[in-house]
């Protein structure tokens, strides 16, 4: 048998493929939508990718199931289980198998147990593998997806907090106690392959480890320690974080099907002249991915800074309407990671991508001060200054500047009439990261006196300065 794991660091997120050695036959376990590390994979060791799966419609990233199906050819193992508002829409034409609890299927000699797990998800479904082809009668690890992480699970809320549907975080975190129950009696030397690793918004406390056993989470993860019922529904519904925005829309992406991605190349602008006429269209977006302090310094006005970084896929999909076409400042060689990452969460429309160079032939540009903790110090108890801490809601709660004010990032836009215009807005995060994205937002909605805390909240509590 053959094994090999993916992992996408900007949605901590991973995918898996299982190949039989003696057939060839290989099957990729929740793909990511960009299929290319598979394909290469199979390339390379000469196997045919043969089958897809996943765990569940996932909310958090666009599936290459649909992808590989088409490109490919591949059959889809995918869940039967759930309502009638859990079902996939787009397997007409394609070649799938439905699956239930206690479904076994075979990719060569490998086999693939069914196993639901309904808590995160209603049609939330496991894989219990066992290497037939190796001699074996014994499995070795399980594919969990969102259900169980290396010490956490999967969060029961995202559809009443992303999707608006009531009363399903309670219900869930219900399925989850007896998804659980189901779990304690795995043997304890099956490996656990989870479908997130730490980052991921899926759950509230991921571990960085990639992989566990069962016999390790029963005896280190929180949700496997023995409590009641009531008790561990009240514990796994505390202290979630935000879900991202942009979760409801995956659920019905994956759901009735994702666009399948052609080759079509995507222009590259390298003068402001050639820009200009996406500047005022009111169906585009403008997005800077140049480095926080660099668009400090100068940028397009209207613009919006996202940095190309770790955070940069999250927080597009938390801001970025989905409606709009983008047109993305970035260094050339930037252009198809990028394009990758927005693909991943969905955010298909890309017009075309703008060399950074066009910025500095820009007739005019905006500007804002990156400031130090003293020159917060000196000002923020100011009446004409207000002080906009734009962490999410747990971090808030832990501790805060004074006279601050709370408007967590993934609002900010909506949340922007609440602000004063006439008074200087200093925005912070927690190391200045996402309050650089924040100014950005702010000063395209027309607030043109701000200043951004450079060291953040960490650097305030560095300096002793007064926490609430």
């Known amino acids: 048998m053959f094994f090999r794991s993916y992992f996408d660091e900007k949605l901590a997120q991973y995918s898996y493929m299982v190949a039989c050695q003696k057939t060839g036959e290989a099957i990729v ?3 990511a939508r960009d299929i290319t590390p598979y394909v290469e994979t199979a390339q390379k060791e000469g196997f045919r990718l043969t089958a897809a799966t996943e765990t569940h419609i996932h909310a958090d990233f666009v599936s290459g199931a649909r992808q590989l199906a088409h490109d490919h050819g591949v059959t889809l193992y995918l869940s039967d289980e759930g309502d009638e508002n859990w079902k996939y829409q787009y397997l007409d034409n394609l070649s799938a198998q439905l699956v239930k609890d206690g479904d076994v299927f075979m990719v060569g000699n490998v086999e693939f147990k069914v196993m639901h797990t309904p808590g995160h998800t209603p049609e939330s479904i496991s894989f219990v593998l066992t290497d037939r082809g190796g001699g ?3 499995p ?12 956490d699970v999967g969060r029961p809320d995202l559809l009443e907090k992303a999707a608006g549907v009531k009363g399903t975080a309670a219900s869930g975190a219900a399925q989850m106690y007896d998804s659980l129950q189901k779990f304690r009696q795995l043997p304890d030397y099956l ?7 730490a980052g991921s918004a899926c759950g509230k406390s991921l571990g960085a480890v990639p992989l566990s056993t069962v016999g390790y989470e029963k005896a280190n993860n929180w949700a496997l320690q023995e409590m009641d019922k009531e008790q561990f529904e009240k514990e796994l519904l505390k202290d ?7 979760f409801a829309v995956m659920k019905k992406v994956n759901k009735a099907g994702p666009a399948v991605l052609t080759n079509e190349t995507i222009p590259y602008v390298e003068t402001y002249k050639e820009l200009e006429p996406y500047i005022s269209r009111e169906d585009t977006i403008i997005v800077d991915t140049r480095n926080g302090n660099e668009f400090a310094q ?7 800074n996202l940095p190309y970084t770790k955070i940069f896929t999250n927080w597009a999909g938390w801001i970025l309407d989905y409606e709009k076409q983008l047109v993305l400042i970035a260094e050339e060689q930037q252009t198809v990671h990028i394009q990758h990452s927005l693909e991943s969460i969905g955010l298909d429309r890309i017009a075309a991508f703008a060399s950074p160079n066009v910025v500095s032939e820009a007739p005019e540009l905006e500007k804002y001060a990156n400031i130090n903790v003293d020159e917060l ?21 832990a501790g805060h500047i004074p006279t601050a004010h709370h408007h967590m990032l993934g609002y900010l836009e909506e949340e922007a009439d609440q602000l004063p215009k006439d008074k200087k807005l200093i925005i912070h995060c927690q190391s200045g990261a996402r309050s650089a994205i924040g100014a950005s937002l702010l000063q395209a909605k027309g607030f043109k006196n701000i200043e951004n805390l450079a060291s953040g909240f960490a650097g305030w509590k560095n300096e002793n300065g007064p926490v609430k």
């Open 29 to 31: 376990i929740d793909p």
């Open 136 to 138: 074996s009668t014994e």
């Open 140 to 151: 070795m690890g399980i594919f969990t997806g969102d259900f169980v992480f290396v010490g």
């Open 191 to 197: 490996v656990v392959w989870p479908g997130h690793g």
């Open 240 to 246: 979630q974080p935000e879900p991202p925005k942009y």
């Open 298 to 304: 100068g940028h397009i006005e209207g613009t919006i």
């Open 377 to 397: 110090k000196a000002q923020y108890e100011k009446e004409d200054v207000y002080v906009v801490d734009i962490r999410q809601q747990g971090e808030w709660e």
